[in-house]
């Protein structure tokens, strides 16, 4: 494999092309991998933001500065906003940024640290697009963006790197667009482990096509997990089932169960990462042939 600069730009050969003075980087990417009871924990809260959306928000932003785009927005429940306003940052791009009234209040300090614009809304989507449609602002919205994809393919070029074949790989869902970004860099490379979608008993439209043993609830403590609706619905379902993976429904107990193990080996994530390591659990409990597994920890502890 053929290796160019530094984190996820090792791989630019499988990117379309940004001229190397525009590749920014804040070190994201070649994050750790642990290995604790036959579970690769892929460990992304250790990218600059505590996020894996710095790989994807470092390859957009590359872009823009590549294009010669000024200004961008974004809409999020927190963590892909707060990446984008440091690298908007480092880029000296104008960033608007989109945000739910109830965001939680930890990413929402961090944001206002930043030099955005925020915006406050009952419907951040719906706003961020008549925002950008008026103003001729770059969308930046992962579900939406082709050039949100790109960043994610690194983390299926590292772990074919280090580990080989991977058997399955584990993620937790809202928008899907990590896990489409990962398939897409597995296909790159003739591999095709099974892709399971780990969500949460408040919100599950992907998981619960495949995973109807679960009793609805009105909160999740994995409050990343937010969209009822996605436009890659059909794209990460078609994956899934495409890899022989599938989906799997959490609810907090499980959550909080992962959460204190996960604690007990010294590793402090978000909640959504808690979920996904319940998620490896109850498809061992319900038989499912995993193989080399790996746990996708997206994001850092944030209360």
């Not at 036959?38 to 809260?45: A, N, S, T, V």
């Not at 099974?194 to 599950?204: D, L, R, S």
Request: charged share 25%; hydrophobic share 35%; net charge positive.
């Amino acid at each position: 494999m053929i290796k160019q600069g530094l984190g996820i730009w090792k791989y630019s050969q499988y990117y379309p092309e940004i001229g190397e003075h525009n590749r920014l980087t804040l070190g994201e990417g070649d994050t750790a991998t642990v290995d604790i009871e036959d579970i690769l924990f892929k460990r992304e809260d250790q990218n600059p933001t505590g996020s894996v959306k710095d790989r994807s928000i470092a390859y957009q932003f590359s872009y823009l500065q590549d294009k010669n785009i000024k200004e961008a927005a974004i809409s999020s429940s927190g963590n892909a906003a707060y990446s984008a306003s440091v690298y908007a940052r480092k880029a000296n791009i104008k960033l608007h940024v989109f945000l739910p009234e109830n965001v939680n209040p930890a990413k929402k300090q961090l944001i206002e640290n930043e030099r955005v614009e925020i915006h406050f809304s009952k419907t951040p989507v719906r706003n961020l697009v008549t925002y950008c449609k008026n103003n001729k602002s770059y969308n930046l919205r992962g579900s939406t963006d082709p050039n949100a994809l790109y960043g994610y393919m690194s983390i299926a070029f590292e772990l074919k790197e280090k580990y080989g074949k991977i058997d399955s790989i584990f993620f937790p869902v809202s928008s899907g667009t990590t896990l489409v970004g990962v398939a897409a860099g597995f296909r790159i490379l003739g591999e095709r482990p099974k892709i399971y979608a780990v969500q949460t008993t408040k919100v599950c439209p992907v998981a619960s096509y495949f995973d109807d043993k679960y009793l609805p609830e009105d909160k999740s403590l994995a409050d990343a997990i937010v969209a009822r609706f996605t436009p890659r619905k059909k794209e990460v379902t078609d994956i899934i089932r495409d890899s022989g993976g599938s989906g799997l429904v959490i609810n907090d107990a499980g959550i909080l169960k992962a959460d204190k193990w996960l604690k007990n080996h010294k590793i402090n994530v978000s909640y959504e990462g808690a979920a996904t390591l319940a998620g490896i659990w109850k498809a061992r409990e319900k038989g499912f042939n995993l193989g080399k597994t790996v746990c996708l920890l997206t994001g850092k502890e944030r209360k």
